[in-house]
């Protein structure tokens, strides 16, 4: 009889973990019984790319960042690199809202760390005690204490006040809605504490790693961030289209793994059951937290305290006649002292190409997150209001919409907060001690889609290695 695995989650971790299984498997000629169980009718997680009135609407994310391989060693192998598309060169620059301004982040700025000198001086973002004191970031020693410190303490300690408030802080609540004051830096952003350690300073690290990519490859760099002509979803057709040995069952929710007579056994919603050899959960901390508590309350517990929030995506599109703003950029994101409803705006239609029309523009807004959460429980008619005065009272522009595409992400973004990184450890741990059970997703070593497809492929390696053990 064929081994049978069952993969829960049908996000790009869980598709990930299909497809590496079924591919490994296959080369090593096993024959293995491979089911992905998804709660949605449609496959994705939070990677949803809908096309409406001739738009290319990403409600989830938009692209994945090129300097973690995974993402573009997968499109590779999907044969699909042809489908590639980076940002639009020519419209480089993003903004940041300050004193109900927009304000352009200086060329070479890497989150908070600059890294050229002309455009950093001569920036309206900072006052000149502002840009003093993130230029002595040279000087400030390295912590040597190993804690564990949240982003506001570390960015607070190396750069200053300015470069939390101004670039830190709204770039965070930007890429992972969270909150800088309890967001482990380790966790959430582990290069820059390496870096701190190996050069004294982030500064000095950034700019040797820019010396040594430029002369690794004198070219043109390629863009920081990539995407698919048709949107991410393309990714996830792929890889269902791809994995010809694994059985999809969508629509049915997974409620528990038991374990009966040395065999684990998924119960489903729909009432049946599937027995497992080998078992990848690669759905959100705390639902894995409720399937698991029949066999481990202590790892049930462990994995629903990490902590989640929720977000929004707002697409809105215009016709370009008229639109009254030049985009010239790829967006910008709001400080919280700000004080507005949305965390951030993404130029989509100047960021990347085939998102529309040649007589259409289309921005894309966040709201909610940690600072926000209220926001995501309002009804689409205040949302869309909220959002609006927001829009044209910091761009200027008033003009309707032309289609409007809200979408809630509830509880989707896991937040990386002080103590991580051992909580991880401890939930691995516990659940190694279950036998041939594997936790894949966004909950553990980064949130992004190359870090989940890397989740997804090591839990199949692991899963697949048990099996032949
Ligand atoms: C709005 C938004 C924007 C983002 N932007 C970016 C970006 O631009 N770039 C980037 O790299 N990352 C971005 N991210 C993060 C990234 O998209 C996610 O971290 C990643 O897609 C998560 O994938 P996953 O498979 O781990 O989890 P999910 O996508 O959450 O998938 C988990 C799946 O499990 C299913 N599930 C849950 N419980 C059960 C159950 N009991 N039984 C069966 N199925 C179940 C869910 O329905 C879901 O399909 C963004 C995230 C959001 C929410």
């Not at 409406?52 to 995974?70: L, N, R």
Request: aromatic share 8%.
């Amino acid at each position: 009889m064929k081994a049978s695995v069952v993969i829960i989650g049908a996000g790009i971790s869980g598709l990930s973990a299909a497809y590496r299984l079924d591919k490994l498997s296959t080369q090593a000629g096993i024959g293995l019984d491979i089911t992905v169980v998804e709660k949605e009718t449609q496959p994705g997680g939070t990677i949803r790319t809908e096309h409406i009135d001739g738009f290319v609407v990403e409600t989830g994310p938009d692209c994945f960042f090129a300097e973690k391989p995974y993402a573009g060693m997968l499109v590779n192998e999907l044969g699909m690199s042809d489908r590639l598309i980076g940002t639009n060169g020519r419209n480089q620059g993003t903004y940041v809202l300050w004193h109900n301004r927009l304000h352009r982040l200086p060329d070479g700025v890497v989150l908070m760390i600059p890294t050229r000198f002309a455009p950093f001086v001569t920036s309206t973002l900072f006052s000149l005690p502002g840009k003093i004191r993130m230029g002595m970031e040279i000087f400030v020693p390295r912590r040597t204490d190993g804690i564990d410190e949240s982003l506001s303490e570390f960015t607070l300690r190396r750069f200053g006040r300015e470069a939390l408030d101004r670039i830190a802080e709204p770039l965070v609540a930007g890429v992972h809605a969270g909150d800088p004051d309890t967001m482990s830096v380790r966790s959430s952003f582990p290069r820059f504490v390496t870096m701190e350690q190996k050069y004294g300073s982030l500064i000095r690290g950034m700019l040797n790693a820019r010396r040594v990519m430029r002369e690794g490859s004198p070219s043109t760099p390629a863009s920081m961030f990539m995407t698919m002509k048709g949107g991410l979803q393309e990714i996830i057709d792929a890889l269902q289209r791809q994995s010809p040995g694994v059985s999809f069952r969508t629509g049915v929710q997974a409620l528990a793994v038991e374990k009966s007579e040395g065999t684990y056994w998924v119960r489903l919603s729909d009432g049946g059951r599937i027995s497992a050899d080998g078992i990848v959960i690669a759905v959100p901390a705390y639902s894995a937290a409720g399937m698991l508590s029949p066999v481990s309350r202590e790892l049930s517990d462990l994995l629903t305290s990490i902590p989640y929030v929720s977000t929004a995506t707002v697409s809105l599109a215009y016709e370009k006649r008229g639109f009254g703003h030049p985009l010239k950029g790829f967006g910008f994101v709001v400080p919280r002292k700000e004080n507005r409803h949305i965390m951030a705006a993404t130029w989509t239609s100047s960021k990347f190409e085939y998102r529309t029309g040649d007589d259409a523009v289309l921005i894309r807004c966040f709201v909610g997150g940690a600072a926000h959460q209220d926001m995501v429980s309002r009804s689409d008619e205040e949302i869309l209001d909220l959002v609006r005065r927001d829009i044209d009272d910091i761009m200027g522009v008033s003009p309707s919409p032309v289609m409007v595409r809200i979408k809630r992400w509830i509880k989707a973004m896991p937040q990386y907060t002080i103590g991580h990184e051992p909580r991880v450890k401890a939930i691995e741990q516990l659940a190694e001690g279950l036998g041939n059970v594997c936790l894949a997703g966004s909950a553990y070593h980064g949130i992004g889609i190359s870090d989940c497809i890397n989740s997804g492929n090591t839990a199949a390696q692991s899963v697949l290695k048990r099996l032949l053990c």
